[in-house]
Structure formats: structure tokens, C-alpha cells
């Protein structure tokens, strides 16, 4: 049989969503990993994770199930959910590799504000820095990170800022982010082709007048 035909459309549609499946789970894994380990104390972060990949679990299984049973409701709550997805995803990817360096400040900025104070002082424990970013327009909020900072780099009188350290690596970790981001978002309107083809597609063991 040709690879357009109905069995080749279903096992590759099958394939997209068992590797989904897969991503879930590993993405559930390593935020229970991370907050087993102490990495991350925040229940917002964990959560976060948690929930992306509860949410790619469940549209995996929506994807997988309709394809087994060739189901055309499940098929096209699948493929515009999916579409949705690939959209805002799409439009993430790009956003972050077009940040500038003041954008970046600007992300930072408002990404510290919402942490918790827990979860502040995890990353300067594990950075070894204080504070965010020693600006005039935050001097307040920075003394005050200082003042409660536990780095090893207090006590030795020399630190540099949370903020430098982690803009110093942005760029390329947001380049990172955006490409994969990218890669992702591709797959996701190749699932979506793939469900608009297959649910069209008769198929050849069933019985015809029943298709309908």
C-alpha cells in the first residue's frame, strides 16, 4: 500500500501522539524529579510543569484513541485543539528569538517580582549571587533581596547579581527555547494535516454504507 493510503496515515498519526505521550510523561517526571531533589521548591513552577504535561498527555491519548478507532468526533476535537496549540506555541517560539537585551530585563524584572521569596533565595543559593539587578529603579526591592540573600558569595564580600548571570546566558538559552519551540510547533501542524487526512479517508476493512 502507498504511504498515503489509510494504514500508513494511521500509523504515523499513532506515532506523532505516542511520542507526545512520552514528552508528558517526561516533562511530569522531571518536575516530580526536580521537587523530590529540592531543585525547585515553588508549587507554582511544579505545577506549571506538571500541568503542560498532564494537558500533552491527555491530547496524546485524544490523538492516539481516535486514531486506533478511526473516531471522527475525537479526530476533530484532536486536530483544532492541536491547532490552537501549534498558534500559540508558534507565536512564543518566535517572541523569544526576537527578545532584545532591555525586553529580557523587562522579563526578568516582572518574573522576579511574582517568586516567591523561597524560591529567590533557592536560585541564589544555587547561582551563588544576590538580588536581581542593581538598578536605581528597583533599589529598594534589591536591598531588600540582599539583605535576606544566603549566597556563600555574602560572606566573602563579592557578588555578582542574579540578573547579570542569568542575561548572560538569556540569548542563547532563549535561542534554545525558540528553536525547539519551533521544531515542536512544525510537528504539531504536521498532526494536525495528519488528522484532517486520515479522518477522510475510508477505511478499506469497514463496511462502506456504515462509513456514514
Known amino acids: 500500500m502507498v504511504c498515503g493510503g489509510f494504514t500508513c496515515s494511521k500509523n504515523a498519526l499513532c506515532s506523532l501522539n505516542v511520542v507526545y505521550m512520552l514528552v508528558g510523561l517526561l516533562l511530569i517526571g ?49 486536530m483544532v485543539i492541536l491547532f490552537i496549540v501549534f498558534l ?27 517568586l516567591e521569596n523561597k524560591t529567590k533565595t533557592d536560585l541564589e543559593s544555587q547561582l551563588n549571587c544576590c538580588g536581581l539587578l542593581n538598578v536605581t529603579a528597583n533599589r529598594q526591592q534589591f536591598e531588600h533581596d540582599l539583605t535576606n540573600c544566603p549566597a556563600l558569595c555574602k560572606k566573602k564580600g563579592s557578588c555578582f547579581t542574579c540578573g547579570e548571570m542569568m542575561l548572560h546566558h538569556a540569548t542563547e538559552a532563549l535561542k534554545i527555547l525558540g528553536g525547539v519551540g519551533l521544531f515542536f510547533s512544525f510537528t504539531e501542524i504536521l498532526g494536525v494535516w495528519l488528522a484532517v487526512r486520515y479522518r477522510n479517508q475510508k477505511d478499506p476493512r469497514a463496511n462502506p454504507s456504515a462509513f456514514l
Open 88 to 114: 500559540f506555541q508558534f507565536g512564543v517560539s518566535c517572541s523569544c528569538l526576537a527578545m532584545n537585551r532591555g525586553q529580557q530585563e523587562t522579563l526578568l524584572n516582572s518574573a522576579w517580582g511574582i
Open 30 to 78: 522531571v518536575a516530580a524529579w526536580g521537587k523530590g531533589f529540592g531543585l525547585v521548591s515553588s508549587i507554582h513552577i511544579i505545577g506549571g510543569v506538571i500541568a503542560v504535561g498532564v494537558f500533552l498527555l491527555l491530547i496524546a491519548i485524544v490523538g492516539l484513541v481516535g486514531a486506533i478507532h478511526h473516531h471522527q468526533v475525537m479526530l476533530f476535537f484532536y
